[in-house]
């Protein structure tokens, strides 16, 4: 009978596993393969790489105030927002934010109906819009609105239309909704509240980011979601793109677009081309839906935990990490979530300690405490996924870019907690690209480091995407530190 593994040697089985094919050599072979996954899907009618109604990109000369509104299963947010135009000098167009106001839409509100959610939102814009110092109070101006709803599934049927598709998030009592357009509820909603405004954007939040960084610079941009899921955006030729994939209306009488911004839905490649190892062909075999959604399976917040906590189940079983002991908290599929994993990777002994005081406190047998190797072992484990997961976030990324034939500087504006809070995760991925593009574009580090850059900057396209939907006004989640409370997308995981 086979000894049983050390920890040593069970740790150096797990690096090689998620860190053998790591080097640029190998992910450009990856890259390659992505490459061609995303080629088909232009080319085939269905799920993934899905032009939207967007194909007019701002200018940065846009000029204007304007709404931007943000209603989630829980939280209504409202934004006034100026557009200041991009001066020559500066590099970036302008906005500012001049009043951000937030409410929690509580069960009284979310019990009284479709009539009575709407009713409370348009109560709140009037709250928002109306008094002495609003641009339009003495011009007797309409309000333009940009919409953002995450309370219910809903098809854009235009740029500023959209059909309700699924109500969710503790909104049932309002499924009578379901097939009503979404800008008609909300100007319905606040005429019968006395007053007037026009919904000019209903944009989904990737597209957003892409239209707030257009605002802000020529250079062009990927938008990346990076949170609890993965998913991608960018401006593409339309020329690449089979033209059965177009909604209708996208086609005018000149025929197709220059170029439209894509939904690419990133989480579901990969297939037969990203290597996995046993425990994520372990989770994936345990999803509900298995090979759904393969990337997001191998980086998304949602499993990252889940493939550290199996590992360490392995890990308990045949070395005696713990001492033999698997604490009861860690036995549960995905109790081991992102959060709780990036604070291990920042001080494991703590985070431990504290997993099994609280174990100790529950059961009446004493758990053994942590030792030193136990620490080190599973914060390696925790970095080896990690690390994998920032170089394949950069390869598909790359994959993507490279596709769309671009041969000018570039950024990815972001947003997301796991990008935006993993400890150095952000930073691994640039590192990935920087090395990426060097070896794809033969001009060195120095000339394609904004490439790929992930960019920390443009994390509210949601109000300012809003405010900016095409080159018309309004626009979503970008991302900018200045901007960032408003319009986030993802869940707050860490």
């Known amino acids: 009978m086979a000894a049983s593994p050390t920890v040593e040697s069970f740790l150096e089985h797990v690096v090689q596993a998620f860190e053998a094919s790591l080097e640029t050599t190998a992910l450009l072979r990856l890259s390659t393969g992505l490459r061609q996954q995303y080629r088909e899907a232009f080319r085939k009618k269905g799920f993934g790489m899905t032009p939207s109604y967007l194909y007019n990109m701002p200018a940065g000369t846009e000029r204007g105030t304007y709404v931007s509104m943000d209603i989630g299963g829980t939280v209504l947010k409202l934004a006034l927002v100026r557009l200041n135009e991009r001066q020559p000098d500066q590099g970036s167009g302008a906005s500012t934010l001049l009043r951000l106001k937030t409410w929690t839409m509580d069960n009284a ?220 908290s860690l036995s549960r599929p995905y109790s081991l979530d992102t959060a709780l994993m990036a604070d291990i990777e920042r001080d494991p002994s703590t985070t431990l300690a504290r997993i099994l005081e609280a174990e100790n406190q529950e059961a009446a047998a004493q758990a053994p405490e942590v030792t030193k190797t136990d620490s080190l072992c599973v914060q390696r484990i925790c970095q080896a996924v990690s690390n994998r997961a920032a170089a394949y976030l950069a390869t598909a990324l790359h994959a993507l870019w490279a596709l769309r034939d671009e041969c000018r500087a570039a950024t990815a504006a972001y947003h997301g907690s796991v990008i935006a809070k993993y400890p150095g995760l952000k930073e691994r991925c640039q590192v990935h690209l920087d090395q990426l593009t060097c070896r794809t574009d033969g001009r060195g580090r120095a000339e394609v480091k904004n490439w790929g850059g992930v960019k920390d900057g443009v994390e509210d396209g949601g109000r300012d995407g809003v405010n900016n939907h095409g080159g018309v006004k309004n626009r979503e989640p970008g991302m900018k530190k200045d901007l960032s409370h408003f319009f986030l997308r993802s869940t707050p995981l860490l």
Not at 121 to 139: H, I, M, N, Q, Y
Not at 141 to 150: E, F, K, T
Not at 267 to 289: F, I
Request: proline residues 5%; glycine residues 10%.
């Open 109 to 328: 509100v979310k019990d009284s109906g479709s009539v009575g959610v709407y009713d409370w939102v348009a109560s709140r814009l009037k709250e928002t819009l109306f008094g002495p110092e609003d641009p339009w109070a003495e011009a007797h101006a309409v309000p333009s609105i940009g919409l953002a709803c995450r309370s219910w599934i809903a098809r854009s049927t235009s740029i500023k239309t959209a059909t309700i598709l699924v109500m969710g998030k503790g909104l049932e009592k309002c499924s009578d909704l379901v097939g009503a357009e979404v800008g008609a509820l909300v100007t319905e909603a606040c005429r019968r509240n006395g007053f007037e405004v026009t919904v000019d954007a209903i944009v989904h939040d990737l597209s957003g980011n892409v239209l707030a960084d257009a605002y802000r610079s020529d250079a062009p941009c990927l938008s990346l979601i990076y949170g609890t899921g993965v998913n991608a955006a960018l401006d593409f030729p339309a020329g690449c793109v089979a033209p059965e994939k177009f909604p209708r209306g996208t086609q005018t009488a000149e025929g197709l677009p220059a170029s439209v911004i894509m939904n690419t839905e990133l989480s579901t490649y990969g297939k037969h081309v990203l290597p996995t190892t046993t425990w994520d062909d372990q989770l994936n075999g345990a999803h509900a839906r298995p090979d759904m959604q393969p990337l997001e399976y191998l980086v998304g917040g949602r499993y990252l935990g889940e493939i550290v906590r199996l590992i360490v189940v392995d890990a308990v079983h045949e070395t005696g990490l713990f001492g033999g002991h698997l604490p009861s």
